[in-house]
């Protein structure tokens, strides 16, 4: 069994609570601070709120700990000096613990399809892109990567380059990829070749698709070859860095990026505009932006 023990802790005293169960020899904790999301220049952020107070979650199995729960009690109380009528006790059958999370199929509205390994649909008369977000970031559920799709897999890339930049798992790169580019460089901070290349197999692609790890803002990598279209879904700010440090702007005509707030989007208008591009195509689901730049 998985024993759960729960106690009401004022967040600002969270770190010294931890700490005492950490010397006691109670490593298993979790907490969810409390925040307030607040609207930001490139996006939103978040406020924590130490005025609040925030249920400390205590984890012990049977298999570690004799005599649970009656063990925890007294060593919880002496630690933190608490009362046990302070303290919540749940158990649970550890096998059926560990969450699987079954994300839903996305229609993109425009004949494409997001499908999910979980799903045993079949979508007849429709495009499909198959994906598993596996651990990378990128699901394809957030507005900014779905408004990236339907503008990509609106195009035809045949026999284009692309370079897609902060890539995540990769779905830009496999949408670019079904809609007929011949070479694909994706790019990102983290290490995501398993994700990357386990969807382009998922979707029997064959293209050449390479996979680069690297910092595009404060490391060594540098961007040389021309691509006949970039993608960038990071958001402004980190745009607009990406695009000085690389003088990116040389290396294509077209330009598709997202991640954009639609307050914070005329800087960056602008550095398209002041080196000769136009805005051909810009798409918005509520406050997220995707604009396609282009230059005659």
């Given at each position: 069994?998985?024993?759960?023990?729960?106690?009401?802790?004022?967040?600002?005293?969270?770190?010294?609570?931890?700490?005492?169960?950490?010397?006691?020899?109670?490593?298993n904790?979790?907490?969810?601070?409390?925040?307030?999301?607040?609207?930001?220049?490139?996006?939103?952020?978040?406020?924590?709120?130490?005025?609040?107070?925030?249920?400390?979650?205590?984890?012990?199995?049977?298999?570690?700990?004799?005599?649970?729960?009656?063990?925890?009690?007294?060593?919880?109380?002496?630690?933190?000096?608490?009362?046990?009528d302070?303290?919540?006790?749940?158990?649970?059958?550890?096998?059926?613990?560990?969450?699987?999370?079954?994300f839903?199929?996305?229609d993109?509205?425009?004949?494409?399809?997001?499908?999910?390994?979980?799903s045993?649909?079949?979508?007849?008369n429709?495009?499909?892109?198959?994906?598993?977000?596996?651990?990378a970031?990128?699901?394809?559920?957030?507005?900014?990567?779905?408004?990236?799709?339907?503008?990509?897999?609106?195009?035809?890339?045949?026999?284009?380059?692309?370079?897609?930049?902060?890539?995540?798992?990769?779905?830009?790169?496999?949408?670019?990829?079904?809609?007929?580019?011949?070479?694909?460089?994706?790019?990102?901070?983290?290490?995501?070749?398993?994700?990357?290349?386990?969807?382009?197999?998922?979707?029997?692609?064959?293209?050449?698709?390479?996979?680069?790890?690297?910092?595009?803002?404060?490391?060594d990598y540098?961007?040389?070859?021309?691509?006949?279209?970039?993608?960038?879904?990071?958001?402004?700010?980190?745009?607009?860095?990406?695009?000085?440090?690389?003088?990116?702007?040389?290396?294509?005509?077209?330009?598709?990026?997202?991640?954009?707030?639609?307050?914070?989007?005329?800087?960056?208008?602008?550095?398209?505009?002041?080196?000769?591009?136009?805005?051909?195509?810009?798409?918005?689901?509520?406050?997220?932006?995707?604009?396609?730049?282009?230059?005659?």
């Amino acid at each position: 069994m998985l024993h759960e023990f729960s106690i009401d802790v004022p967040f600002k005293e969270i770190e010294e609570v931890t700490d005492l169960l950490n010397a006691a020899g109670i490593y298993n904790l979790y907490y969810e601070s409390p925040i307030e999301i607040i609207k930001v220049q490139n996006g939103y952020g978040y406020e924590e709120r130490e005025d609040q107070h925030v249920e400390l979650k205590i984890y012990a199995s049977d298999l570690e700990v004799e005599n649970l729960p009656d063990a925890y009690y007294p060593l919880l109380q002496s630690t933190l000096s608490i009362s046990r009528d302070s303290i919540t006790h749940i158990a649970h059958e550890e096998t059926d613990w560990e969450q699987t999370y079954d994300f839903q199929d996305i229609d993109l509205g425009n004949n494409w399809v997001i499908q999910y390994p979980s799903s045993n649909e079949i979508y007849e008369n429709k495009n499909v892109l198959k994906f598993d977000p596996l651990a990378a970031f990128g699901t394809g559920l957030h507005e900014t990567t779905q408004g990236c799709l339907r503008m990509i897999v609106d195009k035809d890339f045949t026999g284009k380059t692309v370079l897609d930049l902060g890539t995540g798992s990769g779905m830009l790169a496999i949408a670019a990829s079904l809609k007929g580019a011949s070479k694909v460089v994706a790019v990102d901070y983290e290490d995501v070749a398993r994700e990357l290349y386990h969807n382009a197999k998922l979707n029997e692609l064959e293209n050449d698709l390479q996979v680069v790890q690297a910092d595009l803002i404060t490391g060594d990598y540098t961007i040389d070859a021309n691509y006949d279209y970039i993608f960038i879904n990071i958001g402004a700010n980190e745009t607009m860095s990406i695009l000085k440090k690389h003088t990116l702007l040389n290396n294509s005509n077209e330009f598709i990026i997202s991640g954009l707030v639609e307050w914070h989007i005329d800087q960056l208008i602008e550095m398209f505009q002041i080196d000769g591009f136009s805005i051909k195509e810009k798409q918005q689901t509520n406050e997220w932006v995707t604009i396609h730049f282009t230059k005659a």
